[in-house]
């Protein structure tokens, strides 16, 4: 029973920052690699960044390339995201993924709103 839980949403101003975590259990959190996913009100769910199995390399979109950072804690099952410079457009619920065995496994979500 593969379990991921994230938290560290909120509202924030333009230019702001926010950490994200995302607690993992029910699998072997170092043999696979994680991923951030966003979905903005009405929109689709877009992938945001990824990261390898010992957090040695990093992925992210475009759009947030440069003001955030993925990371992870393999001694605590946990993975991150620094969230920098923050925009209106990255206002979304952010989802923690875990691809395992050929299925897609995500967290319940965590609200970020960027706004004055």
């Known amino acids: 029973q593969v379990q991921l839980v994230e938290s560290g949403g909120g509202l924030v101003q333009p230019g702001g920052s926010l950490r994200l975590s995302c607690v993992t259990s029910?699998?072997?959190?170092?043999?696979?690699?994680m991923s951030w996913y966003r979905q903005p009100p009405g929109k689709e769910r877009e992938w945001v960044a990824s990261i390898d199995r010992v957090g040695e390399v990093t992925n992210y979109a475009n759009s947030v390339k440069g003001r955030f950072t993925i990371s992870r804690d393999n001694a605590k099952n946990t993975v991150y995201l620094q969230m920098n410079s923050l925009k209106p457009d990255d206002t979304a619920v952010y989802y923690c993924?875990?691809?395992?065995?050929?299925?897609?496994?995500w967290g319940q979500g965590t609200q970020v709103t960027v706004s004055s």
């Open positions: 029910g699998f072997t959190f170092s043999n696979y690699a």
């Open positions: 993924n875990l691809r395992r065995l050929g299925t897609d496994y």
